[in-house]
C-alpha cells in the first residue's frame, strides 16, 4: 500500500494555475504581435503599417529577440533575490504600456525603443513563470506539470494570432490594443490570487550567474571579443555600414584579440587582461550548431507570413472555406471595403502603361488581403476612370474574386499541429535516441521550405503552402523537444540543470541570425533575382548543413572532447 502511495503524484496548488493563466495571456499578447509584426512593418503607411524596410524589418526582428532570450539571465537572479510576485507585476507595468505604444510610433527609433521596452518586459516575465512551474513541483508531478505548462503556451500562440488577424480588419491599432489588453488581464492573478512559491535555499546571487557563465560559455575576455562583433554585426544589418565595412572591420578586431592573447601573460588579475578561455567547448559548439536550426525555423514566423503576403495565391483556400464554411470566410479571409474602396480612389489618375507603377499597385494592393492579377488591374481602373464602375463597386468586385486567407492564419497552423499531436508524436520517438531524431526533424522542416518555395505561381498554391506548414510542425514537434534531451546528456551530471538554463542562448543568436538573414535575403531573391525557390532553398540548406554538422559533431567532435559514451 506504502508503494502505491508514494507512486501517486502531488496534486497542483492554486498557484501552478495562476502561473499558467498568466502564461496564456502573456502568449497572446507576444505571439498576437510578433506574427503579425513582418506583415506591420513592412505595409505601406497609407494603410496603417510601418512602411519600413526589408533590412530595418531585420534588424528589429533580430536584435531585440536576441535581447528577450539573453536578459532572462540577470532578471532571474534579480527575482531570487527580490521575489517573483514583485518582478511579475513590474513586467506587467512594463509591458500593458509598451505593448500599446507599439501601435502609436510610427518612426523606425521610436518603435525600436518600444519594442525593446516589451523585451524587457518579456524578460522579466520569461524566468519566473517557469521558476514557479518548478518551485510548486516536484518530482512525482514536475513531468506532468511542464507538459501542462507548455501545452499553454501553444493554446496562446494558437489563439493570439486569431484573434490580431481578426481585429487587424479593422485597423492595425486593433492589433496592439488587444496585446495591451491581455497584459493588463494579468494584473488581476497576479495581485490577487497569485503567491509566492517556497523560496529554495539555492538561489544564486548575479555574481554566481555571472560565473557560471563563465564556465559553462568562456570568460570575460571572451565576451570581449564576441560583443562587439554582434554589435557591428547589427549596425550592418541597419545599414548604417556596408557588409564589405562590417567584413574589414571584424578581420582587424579578430587579429587584434589574437595578437593580444598571444602577448599577454595569464598571470593579470584584470579580466581584460587576461588570456581568451572558453567555457565547456563541446556544449558551445552544440549550441552554435544548433543555432543554425533557429535560424532555420524562425523563417516561419519572420518570412512565411510575408511570402504568403506576396507570392502565394490562396484563392483555392478560399474557394474550400466558402463551399465548407461560408460564414467563416469573413473571419478567415476578411477584406475592408472601406479601406479598399479609399486606396482605388486614390489610384484612379495613376498612368497604367509604365510597368513599375503597375508593380508597385499590385503589391500595395495585396496589403489590402486582394491577389489581382495585374491585367485585372489596369482593366478595373479603366473602367473606373470611364465611370464604369465606382470605387466601391471595383473594391467589392476585387475583394469577392481575389480575396486572400490572411498569411498569419495559415501560419497559425503550426501551433494547431503542436497542440493536437506533440503527445504523439514524442511518445512514438522516445524509443529513439536523441540526435537522430533531431537530424530527421531538421530534414523535415527542410523539405517543408522547399515546399514553401514551390507554393508560389502553382496551381493549388493555398493547398502547397498549408502542406508545407504542416510538414514544418512535425519537423519542429520531432527536433525541438530531442535537442533539449541531448543538452542534458552531454552537460556534466552534476550540472546539468545549470547547462539547460544556457541552452536558450542558441536561441537568441537563432533570432539574431534570423532576422539579419531575413532582412537581406527576403529582398534579394523575391525582387532583385525574381528566385523565391531560392529564397526558401538558401533557408533549407542551412537547415541540411546543420544537419551535417550535428552528425559530425555527435560521432567526431564529441568523443574527442568528451571520452565518456553519450548514448544518444
Keep these: 500500500m506504502s508503494s502505491i502511495q508514494q507512486k501517486k503524484s502531488t496534486p497542483f496548488n492554486s498557484t501552478f494555475y495562476v502561473a499558467n493563466t498568466m502564461e496564456i495571456f502573456e502568449r497572446l499578447a507576444w505571439y498576437g504581435f510578433f506574427t503579425l509584426s513582418s506583415l506591420y512593418m513592412t505595409s505601406p503607411t497609407s494603410q496603417g503599417g510601418l512602411g519600413f524596410s526589408d533590412q530595418e524589418r531585420g534588424f528589429l526582428q533580430g536584435m531585440v529577440p536576441f535581447f528577450l532570450y539573453l536578459f532572462p539571465v540577470i532578471t532571474g537572479a534579480i527575482a531570487d533575490r527580490y521575489g517573483y510576485k ?13 505593448y500599446y505604444l507599439l501601435g502609436q510610433v510610427t518612426s523606425f527609433w521610436a518603435f525600436c525603443s518600444v519594442f525593446f521596452a516589451v523585451a524587457i518586459g518579456a524578460a522579466c516575465f520569461k524566468p519566473i513563470v517557469v521558476g514557479t512551474i518548478s518551485r510548486v513541483t516536484d518530482s512525482s508531478n514536475r513531468g506532468l506539470g511542464f507538459g501542462i505548462f507548455y501545452t499553454m503556451v501553444n493554446i496562446g500562440g494558437f489563439l493570439g494570432p486569431l484573434i490580431a488577424g481578426y481585429v487587424r480588419v479593422i485597423g492595425w491599432d486593433m492589433v496592439f490594443i488587444m496585446s ?19 523560496v529554495n535555499n539555492d538561489n544564486k546571487s548575479l555574481k554566481q550567474v555571472l ?45 587584434i584579440n589574437y595578437c593580444w592573447d598571444r602577448l599577454i601573460a595569464t598571470t593579470y588579475p584584470q579580466w581584460y587582461l587576461q588570456k581568451l578561455k572558453i567555457g565547456n567547448k563541446s556544449f558551445i559548439i552544440y549550441l552554435l550548431i544548433l543555432t543554425g536550426f533557429w535560424t532555420m525555423y524562425l523563417q516561419l514566423f519572420i518570412t512565411t507570413p510575408l511570402f504568403i503576403r506576396d507570392y502565394v495565391n490562396t484563392q483555392d483556400l478560399v474557394q474550400l472555406i466558402s463551399w465548407l464554411m461560408p460564414s467563416a470566410l469573413t473571419f478567415l479571409a476578411g477584406v475592408n471595403i472601406e ?8 489610384q484612379s489618375l495613376l498612368n497604367l ?13 495585396v496589403n489590402y488581403k486582394v491577389m489581382i492579377p495585374k491585367e485585372v488591374i489596369v482593366n478595373g481602373l479603366q473602367s473606373l476612370q470611364s465611370q464604369e464602375l465606382s470605387a466601391v463597386e471595383l473594391a467589392k468586385q476585387w475583394a469577392q474574386n481575389y480575396r486572400q486567407v490572411n498569411p498569419e492564419y495559415i501560419v497559425n ?9 506533440q503527445l504523439f508524436i514524442s511518445k512514438f520517438f522516445n524509443r529513439y535516441n536523441a540526435l537522430p531524431v533531431i537530424v530527421f526533424g531538421t530534414i523535415v522542416i527542410a523539405a517543408s521550405f522547399v515546399l514553401t518555395g514551390l507554393a508560389h505561381g502553382l496551381l493549388f498554391s493555398g493547398a502547397i503552402i498549408t502542406t508545407s506548414i504542416i510538414m514544418f510542425s512535425f519537423g519542429e514537434m520531432i527536433a525541438s523537444p530531442k535537442s533539449q534531451e541531448y543538452v542534458a546528456a552531454i552537460a556534466p551530471k552534476e550540472n546539468s540543470a545549470m547547462y539547460m538554463g544556457y541552452y536558450f542562448v542558441s536561441m537568441a543568436l537563432g533570432f539574431l541570425f534570423a532576422g539579419v538573414l531575413s532582412g537581406w535575403s527576403y529582398p534579394y531573391f523575391t525582387q532583385e533575382l525574381n528566385s523565391p525557390l531560392g529564397l526558401w532553398g538558401l533557408y533549407a540548406s542551412i537547415g541540411l548543413i546543420t544537419a551535417i554538422l550535428l552528425i559530425v559533431f555527435h560521432k567526431r567532435w564529441l568523443p574527442q572532447w568528451q571520452p565518456t559514451k553519450i548514448d544518444v
Design 211 to 255: 560565473n557560471e557563465a563563465q564556465q559553462v560559455l568562456g570568460n570575460g575576455r571572451l565576451a570581449l571579443l564576441i560583443v562587439p562583433l554582434i554589435i557591428l554585426l547589427m549596425i550592418a544589418a541597419k545599414g548604417t555600414i556596408t557588409w564589405l565595412t562590417f567584413t574589414y572591420i571584424t578581420i582587424v578586431w579578430l587579429t
Design 86 to 98: 514583485k518582478m511579475f507585476i513590474i513586467s506587467f507595468i512594463i509591458m500593458t504600456p509598451a
Design 180 to 198: 495591451s489588453l491581455w497584459i493588463a488581464i494579468n494584473f488581476v492573478p497576479a495581485i490577487f490570487f497569485y503567491k509566492e512559491p517556497k
Design 339 to 346: 479601406q479598399l474602396t479609399i486606396f482605388i480612389e486614390q
Design 353 to 365: 502603361n509604365d510597368v513599375k507603377t503597375l508593380n508597385a499597385l499590385y503589391f500595395e494592393l
Design 413 to 421: 497552423l503550426d501551433f494547431g499541429c503542436i497542440i493536437l499531436c
